[in-house]
């Protein structure tokens, strides 16, 4: 994460939305207010469907049972072998 505040952010405001996007820098604004996360529209995506996820508790318990199968048994024997 990186953490700047608000001048600097406004001074290399471009810079800092190019590290953002391309490289998922999480970028902390600091001012006399409080603070100020930017973050890619990507990573915020990834945290909402997180969060839907976890507000469905039946999808949620698929997962956590997915996440418990082995992988041998997920595999079918007439699968396609590249």
Not at 16 to 39: C, F, P, R, S
Request: charged share 25%; net charge negative; with cysteine.
């Amino acid at each position: 994460m990186y953490n700047t505040n608000a001048t600097n952010f406004r001074k290399n405001l471009s810079n800092l939305l190019e590290q953002t996007i391309k490289y998922n820098e999480v970028i902390n604004v600091n001012t006399k207010d409080g603070n100020a996360i930017i973050i890619s529209e990507d990573d915020y995506n990834d945290i909402m469907e997180t969060l839907l996820v976890n507000s469905n508790s039946r999808l949620k318990a698929k997962l956590v049972e997915g996440m418990k199968t082995p992988l041998s048994e997920c595999v079918s024997e007439n699968a396609v072998h590249w």
